[in-house]
């Protein structure tokens, strides 16, 4: 581990809706460049983490800094170091997709605004689909556009809430490898799962939230420790039904 | 970041009026249903009512106008609305840009589209007869009335789109305001009206708006009615804003 300052720093966080009490004192750190999964069942309050990073929803308490800047002193400094793709793919259905693209580096003042999409379609498969309205987008289509959305401007930090859910397995391969990439281009990426498999294949450390508390985080290493240590058995591994999926669809000429 | 705000207002502008232009069904609602009212006013009911003018055309434009931007500003709301649900508000207010501009994106689009449809309404009441000596400067005094009303009701829709929790929610608002017109001088004049409906009639903003435009066009003096109309349309601007905004610091935290 470097010294370097962590990407997103939090500590301390309290957030209530009315007597519901979501965050109940949440303390975490990401390492710049690392790939940081919050894990947790639904309702337990990953969404509320990530709209707080974001400057979307104010905490009652506590602190939550991005790329070095406080969301509540600084909001404007945190929004042009991050892009957040939100649980539902957030992308114009009545635009086409490479619309949406320009809109977005439009917005954030990018050069080559027509350039930049561009790219980004051919690097997310999306090329033939580029003049088509999102609307006659497949799920997967979809989602990997939100995330070529989020990538314009090359923010140093991106917030993934919950980037596969409702994608089918091919999808979700997709999405995982385009998460491992960005991190191994140096963007930091925090990502919000219900699935252990996700967090186990991309992240460097994974935190547990569990009722308003991180209960526990660290490497898949340091949580393996927490459990009775792995016994030798032979056992006649069946492959999974995810495996026969694959290479069941991957030998129909598409 | 204030020399970003035109940009990205440009850019939202941009993309809601690709909305517009994309669902067919809002471009016809909005210019085919004032249309039918102005064929059904002038050659169904026109030859009955005494309006006590030689051109029923000329009579009923204004509120066939007013009728298009009530009807026209629901599909603010509903646009609105759906940005809201769809998680790209959330989008746009994660980025860095000026906030207001997702706001005024809408706002601008509201007024261009609905002056779209006023354009396309004066075009074909020119076919059914719509006639004026009228300058520039009363055509312009025309246009800005029209606008502010336009911008007012604009506002109440944003309230609607911000707050609603369904589509339905989002565009119901504006029911009685395209029924507003038909108990207003737009279409007979109000002194034919029994007590409490000619007393709402007159007392309420459709009469001053529809007295004024008409009075501009007929090149006569636009007395107190015009400023009613202005003092309306300003009153609903305000209170209609300063709510949006409310609930649109609430929505956002």
Redesign the interface.
Known sequence: MSTAPPAVHVSGLHKSYGKLEVLKGVDFSVAAGSIFALLGSNGAGKTTVVRILSTLLKPDSGTAGVAGFDVLAQPERVRASISLTGQFAAVDAILTGRENLVMVARLRQVKNPGQVADDLLRRFGLTDAAGRRVATYSGGMRRRLDIAMSLIGDPPVIFLDEPTTGLDPEGRIEVWKEIQGLADSGTTVLLTTQYLEEAEKLADRIAILHQGTIIVSGTLADLRKLLPAAKAELVERQPTLEEIFLAVVKKEPS | ?ST?VI??TG?ML??SI??VT??MDTVITVTIMPIAFMLLFRYVFGGAIQAGTANYTNYLMPGIALIAIASGISYTGFRLFNDMQ???F????????ARSSVLWGHVLTSVVSNAISVVVIFAVGLLMGFRTSAGVLAWLAVAAILTLFTLSLTWVAMIAGLAASSTDGATAFSYPLVFLPFLSSAFVPTATMPGPVRAFAENQPVTSIVNAIRALFEQQPVGSDIWIALGWCVGILVVAYAFAMRVYRRK??
């Open positions: 970041m970003h940009s990205n850019v941009g993309r690709r909305h994309r669902s769809s998680g790209i959330e989008r746009f207010h994660s980025m860095p840009i956002i935290a």
